[in-house]
């Protein structure tokens, strides 16, 4: 049994002003993104300015998307009685499926304005996300959120009094899905898409994965308190919205085996 680490959640505050660890975790990943794509822009024909441009879509995706989709689904009766809560996007509480709704968005008017096809974008941004993802479930620890279900394993924790989930340890998913989500999904469509595939199969291949590695572990996540379990017992509100990432992750790279090998690459200079 092991002892929630105490970290401030503010990495630096001057006067009014503060850092949060959440926050940061946000720069980290777009970072990551920014400095990954770059690097291989030259294969769908972007300029290393273009994909600092694609970065500014997929923040104002990510950032819009995730956050309303949160309060949407997550926190509706709370943002009726505080509208402002909207914003307070420091606090934590982000959808990462109203946030991957706003990414396809802003890919879609990015693919628009640089005449590319669409999952020939998504390609490419598919093995940049990872990276954002595990750098944000992390910022979720630091907050002491997603605490995990009642657990023996010699690595569960005990979440800080304050949390009012009482002295019983518990999993630390949060960690499970920082392993999950950022690293072995990084390393996986990072090697997967470092040959040419057939257009869409990395996209299917980014659904199916982090749709499965999202459903496994709400096994071992406490449901969110003002949701509980949607149906059977058993099934969270993440794992139901994981399902239809399953099902389309298949079916796009069913969809993709037709499809001719992406072989689009261009010269560009930066």
Not at 167 to 185: D, K, M, T, V, W
Not at 207 to 232: H, M, N, S, T
């Amino acid at each position: 049994m092991l002892q929630y680490p105490s970290i401030d959640p503010v990495v630096i505050a001057v006067g009014p002003v503060q850092v949060h660890w959440y926050g940061l975790m946000y720069v980290v990943g777009l970072a990551a993104a920014w400095w990954l794509g770059r690097r291989r822009a030259h294969r769908i024909g972007l300029s290393h300015d273009d994909v600092g441009d694609l970065i500014f879509y997929g923040a104002a995706g990510v950032i819009v998307g995730g956050r309303v989709g949160y309060v949407l689904v997550y926190g509706f009766e709370r943002w009726l009685a505080n509208p402002l809560w909207l914003f307070k996007v420091w606090e934590g509480g982000m959808s990462f499926h109203g946030g991957l709704i706003g990414v396809l968005v802003a890919a879609w008017l990015f693919a628009r304005r640089h005449r590319l096809a669409f999952f020939q974008l998504t390609d490419f941004i598919a093995p940049l996300v990872p990276i954002g993802l595990g750098a944000g479930r992390i910022g979720n620890f630091i907050n002491h959120e997603l605490p995990g279900r009642i657990s023996d394993v010699p690595w569960a924790m005990v979440w800080p009094p304050m949390m009012g989930l009482g002295p019983e340890p518990r999993h630390p998913s949060a960690l499970y899905e920082f392993a999950l989500e950022g690293i072995i999904l990084f390393i996986v469509l990072w090697w997967f898409s470092s040959r040419a595939r057939q257009r869409g199969m990395t996209s299917g291949l980014f659904l199916l994965l982090y749709g499965a590695f999202r459903f496994g572990v709400e096994f071992v996540r406490q449901p969110d308190p003002q949701l509980g379990f949607i149906a059977f017992g058993w099934l969270t509100m993440g794992q139901l919205l994981s399902l239809p990432m399953i099902a389309a992750g298949l079916a796009l790279m069913a969809w993709a085996r037709s499809q001719p090998v992406d072989n689009a690459s261009k010269a560009v200079t930066s």
